[in-house]
Each structure stands twice: as C-alpha cells, then as structure tokens.
C-alpha cells in the first residue's frame, strides 16, 4: 500500500494538466515539452547508430522542403522539427516525440507518388502534435523494443549486455486504435492542407496490406490497429470530407516527379555492408565471411549482426570488441557483460589468433540488482584480422545451451578472410525507373524490361499494382536493375 501511495503522489507531485494542442482539450500530461525535446535528441543518434543514413542529398532535400512546409501549418509549429532517411530496407516510418520523423529508404522505394509520402509524413508529425508519444511513461516508451525485420529473441537474452548497449532498442512506437486513427486524421488534415490529394494515403494502405506475409520485410508501420485494409476505407472517408469544399483536380499527386527521383534508389539490402548469401555472411568492404546456421534469421546493421533461430530461444551476436589486443578485449568483456568465465583458451581460427570464452553470466542479484529472467550462458570467441578484433558471443538459457552450443561453435570457427572478387563486387539491386512503350497490362510491360517470373508478383507491389491492371503508354514504371 505504502508503494501505491508513493507512485500515486509521484505523479501528482511530477505531472500537470496542459491543453492538448490538437484536440484542445486539457489532460494529465506526464511529460513537458522540453522533456519532449530532450528525449527526442537522446533517441536520434541511437537511431542514426543503429541504421545510418540513407546519403541522397536530392531525397534529403525533398523530404526536408515537404516536412518544414507541413511542419508550419501544423498544430506545433514551433518544434525543431527534423526529418531523416535511415539506410534501411524495412518498410518503415515512425517519429520520436520532440519533432524527429524517420523514413527509411525501405518505405521510399514503395511509394509511387508525393501524395503518398506526404500522407505518411502527416500521420507521423501528427503523432508528435498530438503528444501521442509523450503520453506514455517515458520508461514504457523507451522499452518498446523490435529487432529490425521480424529478429524475435527471449527478453533474457536481449538484456544481454552487448545487445542491449549497442542500441538495438530501436524506438519503433507502438500507438492505441484511437492514437492511430487520431494521426491518421491528422495525415489527411495536414496532407490536404498543403495541396495533396489525401486519397493517395488510402491507397498506399492497400500496399501495406499485400506486405504483410513478404518475408524478410514485413510493415511496421501503421501496424497496429485496425487492419491496413480498414484503414483503406476510412482514410477515403475523411479525403472525402476534407476535400467537400475542395475541387480535387487542383490537388496534387505528382507521380512523375517521385518516380524520377527515387530512380536508381538501392532496393532490399545493399551488399557492401554485408549481406547472406546461401547460408554465408559476407562483408565485402572488411573482407571476412562465416557461415550462418541454416534456417536462422540474421539482420544486419552497421553497429552489429544478430543471428537467431525461430524458436527465438538462442541468439549470436557478432560486432567490433574494444581493446589493443586480445587479452585487453577478453578482459573489457568479461567486465562489460559481467561474466563468470568457466574455460579460456587460446585458440587459432583458420590460421587467425583467438581467444574462446564459455562463462555464465553473472545473476543481476548479484550485482546489486533486482532478479530478473533465467540465467544465461555463452560462448564469446575474440578473433584478430586485419588489426581488428572481432567479437562473437552465442547465448542462450542455461537449461537451452547445450542445445545450441554446436552451432554457435561451427559458425565462429567458419570465419575466415573474404577472397573470393565475384562475392567482394557485388552490387546492389537498385530501383530503375522505365516508360512502357504501348498500352499492356503491367505483367507484360515487366517481362518486355526482362524482369524474371519470380520478381512480378514482388513488383506489382511495388508499383502499386495488379499484374493484370493496364498501364498505358507512357507512364513510368519501377522495375529492378543491378544485381537481384
């Protein structure tokens, strides 16, 4: 009881009402504006860190004029508000309380006109006028964690040190059925109020929707309530109203202008930061490769690579280690991860120096801490290459370790230098950019710009399309160059 007074005179001591600047209407607010501000810039570089950003100066300068120009008529015109491309392949926007809005090149590539983008652009700044992050505990905000491209892992096993220190928290803002249809008013308001044609929002839902079961890039965005297919009809609904007075041939679409822009724009993931191919890791700038087991799931990014089955019950980690050599790296990972080292050896890994590890890791009540989740073990290997120390670990529960102990192995001892040039010069797949020479369906179109079989259905999506709609001669069509 004593717990409960505390926590209830907390909130009245440390939370005021404020008018909520879209609806107007005063609530309980739990966090300030400037507390807004600060968490926004605490979040940015752990985002900036865990993807990069997407270097396009022409998109950069776009997505800047569009977001500024919605920013001004919006109802929190004063926030420094900043707008960024992640160079990432998920299909993804989202926004940070404090005015930071993220779209990764993921979601660019499937937009097929401004109209769309600026629908999306609306929802996500709607998000932050609407103070939907800042009504959540700051703790609970901080803690909504997804590992980028459907990575599931036990709760133990990403409060492992090293995963959980290298930001692979990303902030991906998971938003109530009111939050959501709230920003999705306000995408339309907004989208309208700067000359776009809100309906566009709509059909970019139907997008969403046929993403959805795409293995390897599934939606987060808009993702949790209703269903995309829902939202389809409702966001016609409020164009519908918001354009009553409107005569919508004066609203914008500008398809030409996007789709020429985005040409040549890399598509899925781009191979110079690594990439998977049949069951091998490649790194072509750092030149290493291992093998990774069959069936697991791996992402990528620039600070780290996770590895991990779909029972989710193991996860392998591999990233840089800190130290001079290996013995001052073995030491700052057994302090950093707070580990009990039961065997250390000394080893070579195809002909490299090493160091393997097989430790406990130390129960939090024993440092003073709350107890929380199953005991972990894990296998750490240091690797030195090319004056870099290379760091493994593969973890998993103490009762499930054995399990895995043998794959965690196989795919350390693999690492060995990348030689081979066809695997060092891949090259990306990129969006290009083609006008159909004749009215045909969109499937013909594809097989005439000697697009494979395989990749139709996969770009029918991407252009917004059924392979059998007809496209007329001269419009612009997405298909794939470079490698794929």
């Not at 879209?22 to 860190?49: C, F, H, R």
């Amino acid at each position: 009881m004593k717990i409960l007074q505390f926590a209830v005179l907390c909130v009245l001591l440390f939370s005021s009402c404020a008018r909520n600047p879209v609806t107007g209407k005063k609530e309980l607010s739990l966090m300030s504006e400037s507390q807004e501000l600060a968490l926004g810039k605490e979040s940015d570089p752990a985002i900036i860190a865990q993807f990069g950003l997407y270097n396009n100066p022409t998109m950069q300068d776009f997505i800047n004029q569009k977001g500024k120009e919605m920013a001004a008529i919006s109802h929190r015109p004063n926030l420094p508000y900043e707008f960024k491309i992640l160079d990432s392949p998920v299909v993804n926007a989202f926004a940070v309380p404090g005015g930071y809005v993220y779209f990764t090149r993921g979601i660019m590539c499937h937009f097929n006109n401004e109209a769309e983008f600026a629908g999306v652009l609306g929802h996500e700044i709607g998000h932050i006028t609407a103070k939907h992050g800042a009504r959540q505990q700051r703790d609970q905000l901080l803690g909504q964690i997804l590992l980028i491209g459907g990575l599931i892992v036990s709760k133990d096993l990403r409060n492992f040190a090293d995963v959980a220190q290298q930001g692979l928290g990303l902030l991906f803002l998971k938003f109530s059925r009111d939050h959501e249809t709230e920003s999705d008013k306000l995408g339309v308001d907004y989208s309208t109020k700067i000359g776009y044609d809100a309906r566009q929002m709509a059909g970019f839902f139907k997008t969403l929707k046929k993403l959805g079961g795409e293995d390897g890039r599934i939606p987060t965005f808009l993702s949790t309530h209703p269903d995309p297919g829902d939202r389809y009809n409702n966001v016609n609904n409020l164009a519908a109203e918001a354009q009553k007075t409107l005569d919508p041939a004066t609203l914008k679409t500008n398809r030409n202008n996007y789709l020429r822009m985005i040409d040549g724009l890399i598509y899925g993931e781009d191979p110079k930061q690594g990439y998977v191919e049949n069951n091998v890791f490649y790194h072509p700038e750092l030149k290493f490769q291992y093998s990774v087991p069959a069936t697991w799931k791996t992402i990528n990014s620039p600070t780290q690579v996770q590895m991990a089955p779909a029972d989710g019950k193991a996860l392998m980690v591999m990233d840089l280690a800190e130290g001079s050599d290996l013995n001052s790296a073995k030491n700052k990972v057994i302090q950093d991860n707070q580990l009990s080292v039961l065997e250390s050896a000394n080893v070579t890994v195809n002909g490299l120096s090493a160091i393997a590890l097989l430790s406990d890791v130390v129960p939090p009540q024993q440092q003073g801490q709350q107890q929380q989740g199953q005991p972990l073990k894990v296998l750490t290997y240091l690797i030195l290459y090319n004056n870099l120390i290379y760091k493994f670990h593969g973890l998993s529960t103490t009762a499930d370790f054995n399990n895995y102990f043998n794959q965690f192995q196989s795919t350390m001892k693999s690492f060995k230098p990348l030689t081979d040039q066809a695997k060092i010069n891949k090259q990306p797949t990129l969006i290009k950019i083609v006008e159909s020479k004749r009215n045909a369906s969109l499937q013909q179109i594809l097989s005439e710009f000697n697009m494979p079989t395989a990749k139709h259905n996969e770009l029918a999506i991407l252009n917004g399309m059924e392979l059998n709609s007809i496209v007329e001669s001269g419009t612009l069509v997405k298909v794939l160059g470079g490698q794929f």
